[in-house]
């Protein structure tokens, strides 16, 4: 399993294009606020602030989680990658802030893998909450 995590690279084709980000591959290791399918549709995080302060906020939610880190960040857009604990697989996440809807859309995916059990879906409805709890 080691092996596999050496052999992991982080993907090349993240980041937004046309203003989505990229769509789920057909397993079910993945959620994005842009899917169509239940299998991998999940709602985008919502806000009421400025789009500065709701990116800022869910930066603070982000590094309060166990390890994470923060690959890329504009003002608006983040890369994250989120390693599990014990097999040390690296889930990627990202973040694109819609100003004007006042949403944050995201996109969480296993690099390895057929299915994750659901982890990623779980982890963010996780930081939703987390986003939520400290809103203004």
């Known amino acids: 399993m080691v092996l596999f995590n050496l052999f992991s690279r982080r993907p090349d084709n993240l980041g937004p294009v046309d203003g989505k980000l990229r ?48 690959v890329t960040a504009t003002d608006t857009y983040l890369h994250v990658e989120f390693t599990t604990a014990l097999m040390r697989y690296v889930d990627d996440v990202e973040f694109l802030v819609d100003a004007q809807k006042k949403q944050i859309h995201f996109r969480s995916a296993s690099r390895l893998g057929y299915s994750d059990l659901g982890a990623n879906r779980k982890r963010m409805e996780t930081i939703r909450r987390a986003f939520v709890a400290r809103s203004p």
Do not use: G, M, Y
């Open 23 to 70: 769509p789920c591959p057909n397993s079910p290791n993945c959620v994005s606020t842009f899917a169509t399918d239940d299998a991998h549709k999940i709602e985008p995080l919502t806000f009421t602030d400025s789009p500065d302060a709701a990116l800022a906020r869910l930066k603070t939610v982000l590094l309060l989680q166990p390890r994470v880190k923060i």
